[in-house]
């Protein structure tokens, strides 16, 4: 059996989401029909935006955006692109009156693809070919990447250090080295948060049997089952994984031009975050419904998909109890919610809120609100499409519990 994660237990036919059967000559839409039989562990972003919210503040901007130090600080592992500090690992002063601090700050405990833009406090500031920062820093800061695949010690750090010697490596640790020189004009306010935008894991894609860096939802989820940080669980169906990763890569015409792809996934998971949470909020980015069925986890992202059955009264062991309406109290008529948004810096803000007028009516025109937090979205454009989506889906639905045959 899989590690639970959250979610519920469905019977073979669940909550809609995606997949279709046809009963009785009636096409009805649903989650996921387990290898027709069975399904259990299920997390769904249409299950998990009505659950209690497990608590994502360290993932928001503010939780990001920020240099902790701290012997016990968990891991980060970036999929996708994010801004983000993250742990002093290290810190020594060497020169005439301490003159300069030695800075080394972990990214990521992985390698990356990329260091990109560095912000000094929330300004993106331009290096020189030797790191060093121009402007109104005025050389007094001097920055080095590296990605996590290196092999020796940083070369400046290595020489300037009282302390360090070629062991000091951070084998498979992305990492930033700072070097601050003193002074007290530069640095009249103390010392400045220095973050960065980086671009995350390399993760394996089935289709083409080969692992290279990608944002692309499924692939991103696929590898945190398989991860030995994630549920270690070599059982996926790297069919359905496929599939669901075509999905993701299909390209969305924008309302003000150009295209994105539907579904990625560009956020950070913490070390020390339990299993479930950190599924219950994956799925979120690609309206999907992660569950295990047949030996082996399966991923449906949000999209239509044809009827594959045609069931009807000789296929029936029993009788039909349906549920055409959501029980009242989960009823809702406007999704809002928060991302972290690439356009304005990578800060958390509210993605415009979705809401429907005839919805309202109905509910005696009283707005009843869903909080849907997005932490694995940076793009305002699909923030919007999966509002949409979680508020159609919990309006525009059957639930139907009935014995079939094996068929």
């Known amino acids: 059996m899989p590690q639970a994660v959250g979610g519920a237990i469905f019977?073979?036919?669940?909550?809609?989401?995606?997949?279709?059967?046809?009963?009785?000559?009636?096409t009805v839409t649903y989650a996921s029909i387990a290898g027709y039989l069975v399904t259990t562990a299920i997390t769904s972003w249409a299950t998990a935006a009505l659950a209690p919210k497990p608590d994502f503040s360290s993932l928001n901007s503010g939780g990001i955006l920020v240099n902790s130090g701290g012997a016990t600080n968990p891991h980060d592992f970036v999929y996708g692109q994010v801004r983000k500090g993250g742990t002093v690992v290290y810190d020594e002063t060497t020169g005439t009156n301490n003159?300069?601090?030695?800075?080394?700050?972990?990214?990521?405990?992985?390698?990356?693809?990329?260091?990109?833009?560095?912000y000094?406090?929330?300004?993106?500031?331009?290096?020189?070919?030797?790191?060093?920062?121009?402007?109104?820093?005025?050389?007094?800061?001097?920055?080095n990447k590296h990605l996590g695949d290196q092999t020796t010690a940083d070369a400046d750090?290595?020489?300037?250090?009282?302390?360090?010697?070629?062991?000091?490596?951070?084998?498979?640790?992305?990492?930033?080295?700072?070097?601050f020189e003193y002074d007290q004009d530069v640095f009249a306010n103390g010392l400045p948060t220095?973050?960065?935008?980086?671009?995350?894991?390399?993760?394996?894609?089935?289709?083409?049997?080969?692992?290279?860096?990608?944002?692309?939802?499924?692939?991103?989820?696929?590898?945190?089952?398989?991860?030995?940080?994630?549920?270690?669980?070599?059982?996926?169906?790297?069919?359905?994984?496929?599939?669901?990763?075509?999905?993701c890569d299909i390209d969305v015409s924008l309302s003000g031009g150009g295209t994105e792809k539907k579904y990625t996934m560009n956020g950070i998971v913490r070390a020390n975050t339990p299993h479930g949470d950190v599924l219950n909020k994956m799925v979120t980015c690609c309206a999907g419904t992660l569950f295990w069925g047949m030996g082996d986890w399966k991923l449906?992202?949000?999209a239509y998909s044809a009827p594959v059955k045609n069931f009807t009264?000789?296929?029936?062991?029993?009788?039909?109890?349906?549920?055409?309406?959501?029980?009242?109290?989960?009823?809702?008529?406007?999704?809002?919610?928060?991302?972290?948004?690439?356009?304005?810096?990578?800060?958390?803000?509210?993605?415009?809120?979705?809401?429907?007028?005839?919805?309202?009516?109905?509910?005696?025109?009283?707005?009843?609100?869903?909080?849907?937090?997005?932490?694995?979205?940076?793009?305002?454009?699909?923030?919007?499409?999966?509002?949409?989506?979680?508020?159609y889906r919990a309006r525009e639905q059957i639930r139907m519990d009935a014995d079939f045959s094996l068929k």
Request: with cysteine.
């Open 300 to 302: 449906v992202p949000g």
């Open 99 to 118: 003159k300069y601090l030695h800075r080394v700050i972990a990214l990521a405990g992985h390698e990356v693809e990329e260091i990109g833009d560095i």
């Open 11 to 26: 019977s073979a036919i669940g909550l809609s989401t995606t997949a279709g059967i046809t009963v009785l000559g009636t």
């Open 313 to 391: 009264l000789d296929d029936l062991r029993g009788s039909i109890s349906v549920s055409p309406r959501t029980n009242a109290r989960d009823l809702f008529n406007t999704v809002r919610g928060t991302f972290n948004d690439s356009d304005q810096d990578w800060i958390t803000v509210d993605y415009p809120q979705i809401e429907s007028s005839v919805f309202k009516t109905e509910d005696g025109g009283e707005e009843q609100a869903l909080d849907l937090e997005l932490p694995f979205t940076t793009s305002a454009a699909t923030a919007q499409r999966l509002a949409k989506l979680t508020l």
């Open 194 to 247: 220095i973050t960065a935008v980086v671009k995350g894991k390399k993760v394996y894609d089935p289709r083409s049997d080969t692992t290279a860096y990608s944002n692309n939802a499924a692939l991103c989820l696929r590898d945190y089952l398989v991860s030995a940080y994630g549920l270690n669980d070599s059982d996926v169906d790297d069919v359905a994984f496929q599939a669901a990763a075509n999905e």
């Open 157 to 179: 750090l290595l020489s300037e250090s009282a302390q360090i010697d070629s062991n000091f490596v951070g084998n498979g640790i992305a990492y930033i080295y700072v070097r």
């Open 120 to 143: 000094i406090n929330d300004e993106v500031v331009t290096l020189d070919g030797s790191g060093f920062v121009g402007g109104d820093w005025d050389d007094k800061i001097r920055i």
